[in-house]
């Protein structure tokens, strides 16, 4: 799993570099993710620009963070979700419940009021 994280002001954003969010990638990530809501991170962008392909499992760790994260009164919201995973949300219905963002610059923004 390659990760790239980087603060901006007090925003999180966790830039995920592989093109793949399954199974072999969620254990790892979910762990990462909620090691820092457990370190009291309430604002975090998650950017999806280089994945291409995201299972049932990699659904399940950005819900788990997004559900981590309101316990705490924080926010999570996503960016640069390509038309596959666009498509994913829409058929999930999960665009109604996530905040997708056409890139990181307004992501952050969304989450620096």
């Known amino acids: 799993m390659q990760v790239e994280e980087k603060l901006i002001g007090n925003v999180l954003v966790v830039t995920l570099k592989d093109n793949c969010l399954d199974a072999s990638v969620a254990a790892p990530l979910k762990k990462r ?23 049932s499992s990699g659904l399940t760790v950005i819900i788990s963070t997004l559900k981590a994260l309101k316990g705490q009164g924080g926010q999570l919201v996503l960016s640069g979700a390509g038309p596959a995973l666009t498509s994913l949300f829409q058929l999930t219905r999960l665009d109604k419940v996530f905040q997708v963002y056409p890139n990181t610059g307004q992501a952050v923004r969304a989450l620096s009021f």
């Not at 993710?33 to 299972?55: I, P, Q, R, S, W």
């Open 33 to 55: 993710l909620h090691g820092h809501t457990d370190n009291g991170c309430t604002k975090l962008v998650l950017d999806l620009g280089a994945v291409e392909f995201m299972d």
